[in-house]
């Protein structure tokens, strides 16, 4: 957006009437519901470059780590899940903890081992 300052537009009494008709004080406050606005947008355009260097130094690598740290529980739950000694109640749960993570995981990355992993489970 411009730099330009804007001045709002508004109709003022005129010098002979006492007030404003209804539709000039209807007028006036949709110009001040602008006016705020604007300024809502030029808040918003001066965090944005902020939240988005924050966004991609912070979040991203955070939420890689994430998928990575649930890619690797469910390497280990389905390594788990033939251990001897595991009664079918464990392995109907840790099958469908091991369904639903890599189900999320499949969605959000294309990977070929969590899908043999999900179809075997």
Known sequence: MTKAIHQAVSIAPGHNKASL????KAFNTLIRQIEKRRDRLRAWETVMPAFQKKYVDELLPLERESTDLHARMVY?????????????AERRTISELIAGLAGDLIEESNNAQ????????
């Open 21 to 24: 008709s209804p539709g000039q």
């Open 114 to 121: 969590l899908k043999v992993i999900f179809n075997r489970h």
């Open 76 to 88: 280990r739950l389905d390594g788990a899940f033939d251990q001897k000694g595991l009664t079918k």
